[in-house]
């Protein structure tokens, strides 16, 4: 039993037991990363690698299939493993689909000026449903997470809040209904992750293989005071934007998650746009449905065969995001559908056009990634390359479109 005087360190993953002043500078560094994200899995940059220690050593290199090490020094005798930082995205991969969450410990001062222990930071916390590099999600797909949160009222029926934004492109959607409905939007969604506030009913996916992990967050994020400031920097007087106070505690807390995964470094500036829709503006299609009719899944051979695959002659990323929105949530409003195929009839009718159109998309990169690593701070020069060409194509686009009747610009809706 430890000395009454003596502070027992219990940020650090289980498996050793420690005094603080047992403790290494560099273990004492890690125990305070494990302490504040008690939740998630630390990995802790060493040099050219991302390193685990103790039983979080031993998951790394079980899920990951590398060598599991000893490390000894004054604390004693621990486990160690490692991932080497420049290819570092399968290994990243692996722990997802395994279902944690990861928080990377990245050295922020240069290891050359620093005059003692390197200052080590956690810049961002990857998990299923905020993940951002491009090695680890497909091109032209979404990657939602969702927050719910239930009504706080004497309805008949629960009202229920479901809010969903995607990390990489800066999505972010809000709505509500009942329980059965919102379990039917989960499914058109389909996010990787949900986030579950007090109270909320309990949702599970109707089809396992296109599930999402679920967890609870911090109930002080689903406050209702709390989500409102949370959601000013996004939307002017939000308190006034929802239907439902559900909606609004929903996307307050969703976005606050994002934002502690990116690094808690503020708003999230490329989230322009939160927007409300009513799931009674499209056809409803739940996942089985979904199935049945082999929009996106072929129960013989994936992805291939299927709807979209026929139809997917998309030459860009946000066209090919556009065409999945379009065939999970078609339209009912007869209006909005002459619009469409209006807007489909012009191009289809100026071959020149057309073919104008085509050649400018099929020369851009995905400009809704690209702005959303470059407003975290996290573009390379092949990045900002990239955004370079792609804006440079706006000009020929628009001058292409000029005078198109019907024109309809892509949007989330």
Known sequence: MEPADRETVTGLPPGIAAAREDLTPMLSQYADLCAAHGDALVLFQVGDFYEAFCEAAETVARVCEVTL???????????????????????????LDAGYRVALGDQVEDAAQASGLVDRAVTEVITPGTVVEDDLLESGTTNYVAAVA?????????????????????????????PDAVAGELDRIAPAELIAGPDAPAFEPSDAERGWTTHDYDAGAFDRRTA???LEPYLPAPERRFDADAELRAAG?????????????GPLSYVTRVRRYDPRDRLRLDAAAQRSLELFENRGLGASDTLFDALDETNCALGRRCLERWLRRPLVDADAIRSRHDAVGELADRSLAREGVADALATAYDLERLVSRVSRGRADARDLRSLHRTLAVVPDLKATLAGAEGEERPTTD
């Open 150 to 178: 239930a009504e706080d009222d004497d309805s008949a029926e629960t009202t229920v809040g479901l809010a969903a934004v995607d990390v990489s492109t800066g999505e972010c959607l809000v709505t509500s209904g009942g």
């Open 228 to 230: 409102t400031e949370r």
């Open 253 to 265: 807390a969703v976005l606050a998650y994002a934002e502690y995964t990116q690094g808690d470094d």
């Open 69 to 95: 090490t000893e490390r000894s020094d004054s604390t004693g005798d621990y486990p160690m493993a490692g991932i080497p930082i420049d290819n570092a995205a399968p290994y990243l991969e692996s722990l």
